[in-house]
């Protein structure tokens, strides 16, 4: 997909933004409130250029994980979209510390047909990890995915994610827009089964998204965005 979320997923989505757009999220983690994830997402247009910023911050007072990033996208012809990112990792453990760990990702969109966009993404390929006397490792990850319109009103996106040291996991969903302004939103992941719905609303250029994913043992996680595109 190519909005200002794709900072936080796969980063050459942002490199199709032609005006500069900022949005906020928050997520409650299975509905315990001390258990939440907050991330913030920034692209501006320069030149042949789209600069992008990312924030992310998961956990407890006890146990926190914070994460920025910063993203150099491009265009290299309307059908092909590239990106490369650097991160920053914080984890946070009361009565160990503190450590840190940088990690970069890489990103490619095509556009294969008409109504159908390609697309692949890694990050983390060689494996950071906070410190030279911790064993936590930044998990790497790599993923393939696509995403067809069959009409101004519907678009479905499938993607498949690796990460290391633990099993595949097959994703799909879809986009149904009732009216121009207001969307309809679901889909589900296999491992673990999950189910997911929501809608995004377009005021102008103000955008609100909701969405809730259910999980079969921990239940359910409420999420809300709201961006701006200037």
Request: proline share 3%; charged share 15%; aromatic share 12%.
């Amino acid at each position: 997909m190519q909005d200002v979320w794709s900072v936080q997923k796969n980063q050459a989505g942002i490199a199709a933004l032609k005006k500069p757009i900022a949005s906020l999220a928050y997520e409650n983690r299975f509905l315990i409130k001390e258990i939440s994830t907050k991330s913030a997402g920034v692209a501006i247009p320069v030149n042949k250029y789209v600069l992008g910023a990312a924030f992310q911050s998961y956990g407890v007072n006890a146990y926190n994980e914070t994460r920025g990033g910063l993203t150099l996208a491009r265009a290299f012809s309307p059908k092909l979209l590239t990106a490369i990112s650097v991160n920053y990792h914080q984890l946070q453990i009361t009565n160990y510390g503190n450590a840190q760990a940088f990690s970069v990702e890489v990103g490619v969109q095509y556009q294969a047909l008409k109504n159908l966009w390609l697309a692949a993404h890694i990050a983390n390929p060689n494996s950071s990890k906070f410190g030279t006397n911790t064993d936590q490792i930044i998990p790497a990850h790599i993923q393939f995915g696509g995403s067809y319109t069959f009409s101004d009103k519907l678009i479905i996106s499938t993607e498949f994610e690796k990460i290391l040291d633990s099993q595949a996991d097959f994703k799909t969903g879809l986009e149904y827009k009732v009216i121009k302004a207001f969307a309809l939103r679901g889909g589900v992941s296999m491992n673990p089964f999950k189910q997911y719905a929501g809608f995004g609303l377009e005021l102008q250029d103000l955008m609100f998204d909701f969405g809730i994913s259910s999980h079969p043992i921990l239940g359910y996680s409420p999420q809300i965005s709201l961006g701006y595109e200037f």
